[in-house]
């Protein structure tokens, strides 16, 4: 069972950044492909990005392509920034590990919140 914390959410101006972070538990975490997940207020959950285990495979939603950075060390950290941020990326965000097409474990999520 790996266990994830995601951090670095809060509070910004719309056009400012953030980066997100995702830790893990344990060092199986690497064995994982990594998804960035969010969930608006009032909205279904939508696949943000996710990387691959060896990190040479990455997808990114077309709503954040070209704004974000995924990354992912090869201890028990994920990454993910989102730049020039607007309201309607604010969310609770969440990572999750799993296989490429199914995330299995999750964290509980982070808040960031966008401000006109």
């Known amino acids: 069972q790996v266990q994830l914390v995601e951090s670095g959410g809060g509070s910004v101006q719309a056009g400012g950044s953030l980066k997100l972070s995702c830790a893990a538990s344990?060092?199986?975490?690497?064995?994982?492909?990594i998804h960035w997940f969010r969930q608006a207020s009032e909205k279904e959950r939508e696949l943000v990005a996710r990387?691959?285990?060896?990190?040479?495979?990455t997808y990114a939603a077309d709503f954040i392509k070209g704004r974000e950075a995924i990354s992912r060390d090869y201890a028990n950290m994920a990454y993910l920034e989102i730049n020039n941020l607007n309201p309607q990326d604010a969310a609770v965000y969440y990572c999750?590990?799993?296989?490429?097409?199914?995330?299995?474990?999750w964290g509980q999520g982070t808040q960031v919140t966008v401000s006109s």
């Open positions: 344990e060092r199986t975490f690497t064995k994982y492909t």
């Open positions: 990387i691959s285990p060896d990190g040479a495979r």
């Open positions: 999750a590990a799993g296989s490429w097409e199914t995330p299995t474990y």
